[in-house]
Structures are given as structure tokens and as C-alpha cells.
């Protein structure tokens, strides 16, 4: 059964940053794409990064450049996404899911909410 589940999530201050975590089992990472995505309160949700599995190659959207970082440690089976410079407007439920579609096959508007399996979120709060 495949099952993920992050966390890592809290209030943090603006400015600050923040690792998350996403411990995965019931598969293979190399056969599977890995994604984060949010979801602010009232709003949609928002793809930010995703790695593909068989070639470790990792995606991230406009809004994630710069400031997030995803990466994995396959041994332990799980994935990250660190945060820097954290702004009020990142305050939402972070979700990491899986496919076993590439990340590309979500198109450039980094639809990983569209993947099969999700764990449950991690709420992230950034106070001004």
C-alpha cells in the first residue's frame, strides 16, 4: 500500500525558513515521481516542485524557484522541501504526493495535485 506522510510544518516568522519532510514506503522511488504542493487558505492549489524517479531530475514552478528546494534521500525513503526567506503569502497546508507518471507528464503548469497518491499535509504558517 502505498502511503506518504509530511510534516515538518509550524509557525515560523517572515523571513524565516523550513524544512519539510515526506516519509513514503510501499514503493519504489525509482519507478515514481515525488511532488510537493500547497494550498493557501481560499485559494487553489499550487504545485511547487516535483522529482522524477528514474532520473532524479527535479522540477520546480515560477513560485518555487529561488526560494524552495526539494530533494530525497531515497535510502531512507524519504523526500524534502526546505524554504527560505518564508513571506506571509507561504501560509498554506503543504502536501507531498506520487505517480507513477514523470513529473513532466504534469505539464508546465505543474498539476501535482493531480497525482494518484497524496499523504496528508503539513500546515505551515508564516506571521508577519
Known amino acids: 500500500e502505498v502511503q506518504l506522510q509530511a510534516s515538518g510544518g509550524g509557525l515560523v516568522q517572515r523571513g524565516d525558513s523550513l524544512g519539510l519532510s515526506c516519509v513514503y514506503s510501499?514503493?519504489?522511488?525509482?519507478?515514481?515521481?515525488i511532488a510537493w504542493f500547497r494550498q493557501a487558505p481560499g485559494k487553489y492549489r499550487e504545485g511547487l516542485s516535483c522529482?522524477?524517479?528514474?532520473?532524479?531530475?527535479?522540477y520546480y514552478s515560477d513560485s518555487a524557484k529561488g526560494r524552495f528546494t526539494m530533494s530525497s534521500d531515497s535510502a531512507g525513503n524519504t523526500v524534502y522541501l526546505h524554504a527560505d526567506s518564508l513571506k506571509p503569502e507561504d501560509t498554506a497546508v503543504y502536501y507531498c504526493?506520487?505517480?507513477?507518471?514523470?513529473?513532466?507528464?504534469?505539464?508546465?503548469?505543474?498539476?501535482?495535485?493531480?497525482?494518484?497518491?497524496w499523504g496528508k499535509g503539513t500546515l505551515v504558517t508564516v506571521s508577519s
Open positions: 504526493a506520487a505517480d507513477q507518471s514523470s513529473c513532466e507528464a504534469f505539464g508546465d503548469n505543474h498539476d501535482y495535485d493531480s497525482m494518484w497518491y
Open positions: 522529482i522524477t524517479g528514474t532520473s532524479r531530475t527535479t
Open positions: 510501499g514503493f519504489t522511488f525509482d519507478d515514481y515521481s
